[in-house]
């Protein structure tokens, strides 16, 4: 027997329908002998909704209203799972995050969680109980307020009930079938994954895979959760997120395991470029830029700067489109005092990454990618780099091209088509 959490995303419980699915399901790990927490994240586009109901009323909502208001968009369909599993003849018993002992620092919005206390949690598995948790929230010990984790807090919710339960696995459930080698919506030809490591997950998440939270996959890292990525829709197993020194559990049962070098391409159209063309060459000028853009709240991801012939350079970095008015704003502000020439906005450019945790140690992965683009007569405008990753900024009309090509590189092509995994991710 192990304890199992399980998360279900708005899509899985997006009308009654799906949640008498997700009840049988729910109820089918308790009948196999398991113990199960269930993290559940509000119907549908229910906190969309309610988002916008707030925007109508206040232009800016008081932030401790919105996380009461947002927080009941999970209360919602916690109730409404218990009672689905109750008709079925199973004890079930739903908590806020509050009551689940959830404790979180103040910041609406965007809490983090600081403590899992789930006293009531483990009462209620003792006497046998399923247990549902409403995803998404938690609670303030000084202010006495609830708090909400984030958008896509609910993965988060899931993954720390998980640490603080000493759960065997934490199973995270969308309409999708698991983590792709890609998004199946640009790269038809995107494979699932068996297993990828959280490092990898990361990276992946951090430009622009969205399957998962990235909050979630560091907190299962930090903790040693292990993450099971898998659909509602089906029964096939998922991609399992591998900690350090984690095995894949399918491998334990005998089945081979290869360890590719690149895990996966990532594509992201959501960053802007911005050029402070005609910079002063002297010392104390990136460090005057970068301070204004900070400043202006802007977060800045790809930097290049370019050599100097006249005494003058230009400096480019991408920041999420966004936020680059702000940015374009604050330094306009201080162009005398920098001394740059003119600012230059260019929101049509798309970002390709290639991942995988086999660049350490295997050579010749950045020359595939840029042979790659090289055939395809893709032109690179920007190149950055981590210990696992290689990242271009291309055209936004290049990117879809460009990944397609570089997915067939790596050797990363599936034999058929996964057009029947073209849900959201949550
Ligand atoms: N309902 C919240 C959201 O839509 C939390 C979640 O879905 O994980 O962001
Ligand atoms: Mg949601």
New binding site residues.
């Given amino acids: 027997m192990a304890l199992i959490v399980q ?1 279900y ?2 899509s899985s419980v997006a009308d009654a329908e799906s949640i008498k699915r997700v009840a049988k399901r729910i109820v089918d790990t308790r009948r196999a002998g398991h113990d199960v927490v269930v993290a559940v ?2 119907m549908g ?4 909704e309610l988002l916008e109901l707030a925007n109508e009323v206040a232009p800016i909502p008081a932030p401790r209203e919105l996380d009461m208001l ?1 927080s009941s ?2 209360r919602i369909s916690m109730a409404l799972l218990a009672m689905a599993i109750h008709s079925m003849g199973f004890e079930a018993r739903s908590f806020t995050g509050s009551q689940a002992g959830m404790i979180t620092d103040s910041q609406h919005g965007a809490a983090r969680i600081v403590d899992v206390t789930p006293v009531r949690l483990r009462e209620a598995l003792d006497e046998g109980a399923i247990v549902i948790v409403a ?2 929230q938690g609670f303030n010990r000084d202010t006495r307020d609830i708090t ?10 899931a993954v720390a009930l998980a640490a603080a339960l000493d759960a065997d696995v934490c199973e995270i459930y969308s309409d999708v079938d698991g983590i792709f080698t890609a998004d199946p919506r640009v790269i038809p030809k995107a494979q699932k994954l068996d297993h990828v490591s959280s490092e990898e997950m990361l990276e992946l998440a951090a430009n622009g895979a969205k399957v998962l ?1 990235i909050r979630a996959v560091e907190y299962a890292r930090r903790h040693g959760v292990l993450i099971h990525a898998r659909s509602t829709f089906s029964s096939a197993e998922g991609t399992y997120v591998l900690g350090e020194g984690m095995k894949n559990p399918r491998e334990a049962e005998g089945a081979v395991m290869e360890e590719p070098i690149v895990a996966g391409v990532a594509t992201d159209f959501s960053q802007a470029k911005i050029t402070v063309a005609g910079v002063p060459d002297v010392p104390g000028k990136a460090a005057e830029i970068f301070k204004i853009v900070a400043k202006s709240g802007a977060n800045v991801d790809m930097i290049v700067q370019n050599v100097s012939a006249t005494g003058r350079t230009d400096i480019s970095f991408t920041v999420p489109k966004a936020d680059a008015a702000a940015a374009l704003k604050a330094l306009a502000g201080d162009q005398t005092e920098v001394g740059f020439q003119n600012l230059i906005h260019d929101d049509q450019i798309g970002k390709l990454s290639v991942v995988g945790a086999g660049m350490r140690t295997h050579s010749g992965v950045s020359a595939t990618l840029f042979e790659a683009l090289s055939a395809g007569g893709i032109n690179i405008e920007m190149i950055s780099t981590s210990e696992i990753r290689i990242s271009v900024v291309l055209r936004d009309t290049d990117l879809t091209e460009a990944a397609r090509t570089v997915h067939t590189a790596y050797g990363l092509d599936g034999d058929s088509d996964a057009t029947v995994h073209a849900g959201t991710g ?1």
Wanted: no cysteine; aromatic share 8%.
């Fill in positions: 998360k995303g708005g994240s509000a586009d229910t906190t969309d947002l968009g999970e995803g998404f909400t984790l984030g958008r896509g807090g609910s993965d988060t919710t939270y949550r």
